[in-house]
């Protein structure tokens, strides 16, 4: 008897231990996912169902999905006209596109907001409509 409950014992106890490592690692696995996503800044545009993201020295197609939605939603708010851009940090995952639809060469799938700026961004080159005169 003393066996038995000693074999029922060690086997709980180690059958125990095997589970919180396993929880502990994908946890860490978790966390480690979270901090290793890139952070981007740039100006956010969202025209015509197209979404950019403009960056110092890059460009990326912004593929569609909940925070997408929800960034362009932002914008929206703070753009002045269909074609402002906005300044924006979001954190996400860039990929090259395998899309044959799209002529982005990199898409970026976006996973946080980090920061919308209150104003638009400065136009670079302004264009103004004039008149034709005969």
Do not use: H
């Amino acid at each position: 008897m003393k066996k038995i409950f000693l074999l029922l014992l060690l086997s709980t106890a180690v059958f125990s231990c095997k589970n919180s490592e396993e929880k502990s690692v994908t946890d860490e696995m978790t966390t480690e996912n979270t901090e290793n996503l890139q952070t981007y800044k740039g100006d956010f545009i969202d025209s015509e169902g197209a979404a950019v993201l403009l960056g110092s020295n890059f460009i990326y197609g912004v593929k569609r999905n909940e925070v997408s939605d929800a960034l362009s939603k932002q914008v929206s708010s703070v753009k002045t006209n269909d074609y402002d851009m906005v300044g924006v940090m979001v954190k996400g995952i860039v990929s090259k596109n395998t899309d044959t639809d799209s002529d982005w060469e990199e898409l970026i799938t976006l996973k946080e907001i980090v920061k919308v700026n209150d104003t638009p961004s400065e136009v670079d080159i302004k264009l103004e409509e004039s008149a034709k005169t005969k």
